[in-house]
Nanobody
Framework: QVQLRESGGGLVQAGGSLRLSCAASPSTFSSYSMGWFRQAPGKEQLFVAAISWSDGSTTYADSVKGRFTISRDNKNTTYLQMNSLKPEDTAVYYC???????????????????WGQGTQVTVSS
């Protein structure tokens, strides 16, 4: 089981930037693909971005392409750099891990087996 902890959320004005972090344990982190999802109040959970453990390839939701970037370091942290933020990006953001490496499945919440507790991102207009 992987334990995940998000950080970096907060309040930002439209057009601003935030970088979310997701710290993972144990040390076999390199064998996990990582994803970011978000959920706004009263709405369903939506895929944001994912990175495959096999080759580092990435995939993004259309709504964030060109604005958000997912990356990971060589230790245990995954990042979500969010630029040009919009009020509609306001949500609780969750990171998640999976053994699956296929980009075709990384957009599905059911692919993931461990989840963080979430971090709030609020974008004011």
């Amino acid at each position: 089981q992987v334990q995940l902890r998000e950080s970096g959320g907060g309040l930002v004005q439209a057009g601003g930037s935030l970088r979310l972090s997701c710290a993972a344990s144990p040390s076999t982190f390199s064998s996990y693909s990582m994803g970011w999802f978000r959920q706004a109040p009263g709405k369903e959970q939506l895929f944001v971005a994912a990175i495959s453990w096999s080759d580092g390839s990435t995939t993004y939701a259309d709504s964030v392409k060109g604005r958000f970037t997912i990356s990971r370091d060589n230790k245990n942290t995954t990042y979500l750099q969010m630029n040009s933020l919009k009020p509609e990006d306001t949500a609780v953001y969750y990171c998640a891990s999976t053994f699956d490496a296929s980009l075709e499945s990384l957009y599905l919440p059911s692919t993931y087996h461990d989840w963080g507790q979430g971090t709030q991102v609020t974008v004011s207009s």
